[in-house]
């Protein structure tokens, strides 16, 4: 999924080889790691699962029951989710995966879960192969 086909852009990623002291380049490393493992699955599964796809629903969204599925509702934060990364293509995947995760359990919590293994294996393959465009 991260073809020419796939992406919007050349990323950069983030490289931590450009910082030249060991003890720095393990902290940023680790830094960007917890960040995509523990904060970013919180956030975005809190906003995603938890506000929007209800708020798109009903504007008074703490009315409407998590994992209450719309065809607009689903389409949309799909849609939404994969203009944040510039690997559309896993994008769309992961937001499809996520969305169908909180219709069957009901759960933000197995979503923010879900999210987390994603994030954590992709950096541990990152920090394996060097592939640093991921990040």
Known sequence: MDGS?????KPAGFNPVAFESGL??????????TGAVVVVPVMEELFWRSFLIRYMIKHDFMRVSIGQFTWVSFLLTTFLF?????LYLAGIMAG????????????????????TVTNLALGMYVIYTGQWHFW
């Not at 086909?5 to 852009?9: E, L």
């Not at 994969?82 to 510039?86: A, C, K, Q, S, T």
């Open 96 to 115: 499809i995966a996520y969305n169908l995760l909180l219709y069957r359990t009901k759960s933000i919590f197995h979503c923010i879960v879900g999210h």
């Open 5 to 9: 086909f796939a992406t919007v852009g």
């Open 82 to 86: 994969d203009l944040e990364h510039n």
């Open 24 to 33: 720095l380049r393990a902290g940023m490393t680790f830094s960007r790691l």
